[in-house]
């Protein structure tokens, strides 16, 4: 039976997760008495996936390009150099120059530390609003929990994007209220999976025992119910910070983000189209690379945790 | 059956219930003063015709009451009045409306078409390289922004090779469905995102059933594996695809206003997004309204079929 390569049998991890976990971790194989902890033996899982090496390798050259690069790559972009405008990329501007002149590669690495910053601090927000909101929900349960979930129900049904363009068009957008904006419009899937996990955790024996040690609700939620919910929490929160990415980005290609001479990938790309039919296509193509490339990593990184994690909940 | 769709539909009706409440904040945080917006600066000579304006139009009674009589327009189909465009919000909605659900329906089959069949050959071939080469590509385009890919797509297959045209369709309804030429590449920029998605969900759908005991079962009678494919496996992964159209309309009618936006296709998301930048709240806060129903009813409708389609979700819920 186990020899039969028809596609029909199940491989032997048989779940649905790419990357079978390897022998090491396969409970069975656990050398007795020599007992590795919970968090090296998900290092591992994590180290063995190469798509997550690759992500961190990726990520960490980004975040290395977009804020050490300006260090030794002086380029000018406050003052608009018309006299230099749409330059293809050449000598001395190796991607180009935009319809004002600033250097495009210069132009990235500014561009992208607003973006890397705005994504990375509005998802640590969100996760962090999303983590107390769904916590507190799932631990009291009955009439709060309804109430709450209700809320987030209804804010989910209300597409991020149209939540965000409504909410900057009332205020001009500075980079402070952007990260407020989209972390307020992103908390919600992780509430939702929190209380989830709040849901099961409140009934065990060691909230239990807490409790009748005289604890109250707020340290179950805080001490109890969100630290035993982390690998959910860490999974969760990277893949909000793509996400954050991809909305800061979206806001300002639609105009609606950042403001010049400030500028972010989005809004690089927004600046891009009025030259897209006369062919200017590194005024596209750079920003829209960088997008795709720093999502793809946190993706993999992301999807990378969710199995490393799973070795802990196989515990549990 | 009848207690859930019963107890479902309630509890929709109060999601939507509570986003008319958000609406209505958003409605009073607007800055500024709505008499002073609409009679204009010199209104703040005349406090006579400000406090006229406010009694007539309900702006001097409690907010409560403002909420109600906001709600009971709302009820009516009265969505709004876009001062801006001289035009209430729903006859614009009866104009963009249908340009949106055109772009978005055709798209969806566009993508359900393409992402199935995938699917079904990377679950069917795991972890060969069919496989492989799937799962980049849908790590790729799930990545890609629709403003970058449609970028794209106008610069390699409109400015460079005149295949198809820049700009969507600009006609009637017909010419939406018609005018491939100008309705390719809106097209393709908005199932490709969905493709990434539904695919993934696919695969792993077809994974999981391929782990079930009833495959077994039928292959110890005998079954060829085409025929447990075909008949057994393939019917019951469809199952979470039915209802993952119906959960996904907010991610594509979030796509569908860039891609509007990027192609000046003139549906609601362009609409809506030029309402953005005008800052014409009435439209902005009655579309809000209107996708949100949208988004409601499409995961009624997903929860619902579930239901139908998978007989343990009922014995389950009741």
Not at chain 1, 101 to 125: F, H, K, P
Not at chain 1, 262 to 281: A, E, F, K, P, V
Not at chain 2, 104 to 109: K, M, R
Not at chain 2, 287 to 311: E, K, R
Request: glycine letters at 8%; charged letters at 10%.
């Amino acid at each position: 039976m186990s020899s039969d390569t028809s596609p029909l049998v199940p491989g032997p991890a048989g779940i649905v997760t790419d990357a079978a976990p390897p022998d090491s971790v396969a409970l069975g194989t656990l050398p007795a008495g020599k007992s590795r902890s919970l968090f090296q033996r998900g290092l591992e899982v994590f180290v063995e996936n190469k798509l997550a090496l690759l992500g961190v390798t990726l990520l960490i050259l980004i975040f290395g390009f977009c804020f050490l690069g300006p260090f030794f790559y002086h380029t000018d972009q406050v003052h608009t150099a018309l006299a230099i405008e749409n330059q293809p990329p050449e000598t001395g501007h190796p991607l180009g120059t935009d319809d004002n002149g600033y250097d495009i590669l210069g132009r990235l690495m500014t561009g992208g530390q607003i973006s890397l910053e705005v994504g990375l601090a509005a998802a640590i927000l969100a996760t962090f609003l999303g983590v107390v909101w769904g916590a507190i929900s799932g631990y009291f349960g009955g009439v709060i929990d309804a109430v709450m979930m209700r809320l987030v129900d209804a804010m989910l049904s209300i597409p991020t994007l149209f939540l965000a363009l409504v909410v900057v068009s009332m205020f001009p957008a500075t980079e402070t209220e952007l990260i407020v904006v989209i972390a307020l419009t992103s908390w919600l899937t992780t509430a939702r999976l929190i209380r989830g996990e709040a849901l099961s955790l409140r009934v065990r024996d060691y909230v239990q025992a807490m409790k009748v040690m005289g604890g109250g609700s707020m340290r179950a939620v805080f001490r109890h119910i969100a630290p035993n919910a982390i690998g959910t929490i860490i999974v969760n929160a990277t893949f909000q910070v793509a996400d954050a990415i991809l909305l800061v980005v979206a806001l300002s290609y639609l105009g609606l983000g950042i403001h010049p001479p400030q500028t972010d990938w989005g809004g690089m790309l927004n600046n891009g189209l009025q030259g897209i039919y006369l062919g200017y296509w590194w005024q596209i193509y750079p920003a829209g690379i960088m997008i795709v490339l720093v999502v793809i990593a946190i993706n993999f990184i992301g999807d990378a945790l969710r199995d490393a994690f799973e070795v802990r909940l196989q515990r549990r | 059956m009848i207690a859930y769709l019963i107890r479902r539909v309630f509890q929709s009706a109060i999601v939507l219930l509570i986003v008319t409440m958000i609406t209505f904040i958003l409605l009073r945080a607007i800055p500024g003063n709505v008499a002073i917006a609409i009679l204009g600066p010199s209104a703040y000579r005349n406090p006579q015709a400000v406090a006229a304006f406010n009694a007539e139009y309900g702006f001097n009674k409690p907010w409560f009451d403002q909420y109600l009589l906001w709600l009971g327009h709302l009820l009516s189909g009265n969505l709004g009045f876009s001062w801006t465009l001289d035009q209430s919000v729903a006859s614009l909605l009866g104009q963009r409306l249908p340009k949106t659900i055109i772009l978005v329906g055709e798209s969806t089959i566009l993508a359900l078409i393409v992402a199935i069949p995938i699917g079904l050959w990377q679950a069917v071939r795991r972890n060969k390289a069919t496989d492989y080469v799937f799962t980049g590509l849908s790590f790729l385009f799930y990545a890609a922004p629709a403003f970058f890919l449609g970028n794209v797509l106008i610069i390699e297959f409109a400015v460079n090779n005149h295949w198809f045209g820049p700009e969507a369709a600009q006609g009637g309804w017909l010419s939406d469905i018609t005018d491939l030429h100008d309705q390719a590449l809106p097209l393709i920029t908005l199932a490709v995102l969905t493709i990434a998605s539904f695919s993934r969900y696919m695969r792993s759908s077809v994974l999981d059933n391929l782990t079930e005991d009833y495959v077994r079962t039928a292959k110890a009678k005998g079954a060829s594996s085409q025929r447990v494919l075909w008949r057994h496996v393939v019917r019951n992964s469809l199952i979470p695809i039915a209802t993952l159209v119906g959960l996904s309309l907010p991610a594509i009618l979030s796509g569908a206003l860039i891609t509007e936006s990027v192609f000046n296709y003139p549906g609601m998301g362009y609409l809506f997004y030029q309402s953005a930048q005008r800052q014409d709240y009435p439209t902005l806060l009655g579309f809000i309204i209107v996708v949100a129903l949208a988004t409601v009813i499409g995961s009624l409708l997903a929860d619902i079929l579930y239901a139908v389609l998978d007989p343990r979700v009922r014995y389950v819920s009741s």
